[in-house]
């Protein structure tokens, strides 16, 4: 079973940048959700996807977007970078399934830092 | 929206002593799951153990342990014979069962485990 990766796993931008990052899911995971940790800061929910559409948004401006494409694997996009955006980003991936809400596993981050 | 609250920044613990962690939430629902997460310095999320909330027994695994009080919205996790390997950041989890499909997590404790 392969776990959740992430790439990459350090990046440097400058403000005003746009970002990309990514993410693939843990084998036969259909759902995977996006959290930025601050430092020092518990994980703040971002947005999910399921079947490749939005599933659920945190409290993040429409300069945060992202995707999921058919193989589950997903994208988050950060346009007009900001210095708070420097973090370190979280993907996990769950199993959905009708009326049941699996546990998410979590990949190991791409750190951003936004100078 | 839920909220979860750890109130320990730091603990510590000697080698082969127990230590617990406490966390407290606040919510209006009835049927939610709690987790514990631990994120070593690598910085992996990783699941140490998972409650359900329509469960009165306490959740178990190998040397964690949970105290689920419902009534008082507390969910306090026991590490017996504590590890070198135990020392990490620890944060507790809130996810509905019924609405939303995000985590809630508590700003983390950190664990020193002392040879």
């Known amino acids: 079973e392969t776990g959740v990766t992430q790439s990459p796993t350090h990046l440097i931008k400058t403000r005003g940048q746009q970002v990309t990052l990514r993410c693939s899911s843990q084998?036969?995971?259909?759902?995977v959700s996006w959290y930025q940790q601050a430092l020092g800061q518990g994980p703040q929910f971002i947005f999910q996807?399921?079947?490749?559409?939005?599933?659920g948004r945190g409290n993040f401006p429409p300069r945060f977007s992202g995707l999921q494409f058919p193989n589950y694997s997903s994208e988050l996009n950060v346009n007009a970078l900001e210095l708070d955006d420097s973090a370190l980003y979280l993907c996990a991936s769950s199993l959905s399934r009708s009326g049941r809400k699996e546990t998410q596993y979590f990949g190991p981050g791409t750190r951003l830092l936004v100078l | 929206a839920q909220t979860v609250t750890q109130s320990q920044p730091e603990m510590s613990v000697q080698e082969a002593e127990t230590v617990t962690l406490s966390c407290t939430y606040d919510t209006s629902e009835s049927d939610y799951y709690l987790f514990w997460y631990k994120q070593p310095p690598s910085r992996q999320m990783i699941l140490v153990i998972r409650q359900e909330a329509y469960k009165q027994q306490n959740a178990t695994e190998n040397r964690f342990s949970v105290n689920f009080q419902k009534a008082a919205k507390s969910f306090s996790l026991k590490i017996s014979d504590s590890q070198l390997g135990d020392a990490a950041m620890y944060f507790c989890a809130y996810r509905s069962a019924n609405t939303g499909n995000q985590f809630y997590f508590g700003t983390g404790t950190s664990l020193t485990v002392i040879p």
């Open positions: 996807y399921y079947r490749e559409e939005e599933n």
């Open positions: 084998s036969g995971h259909n759902t």
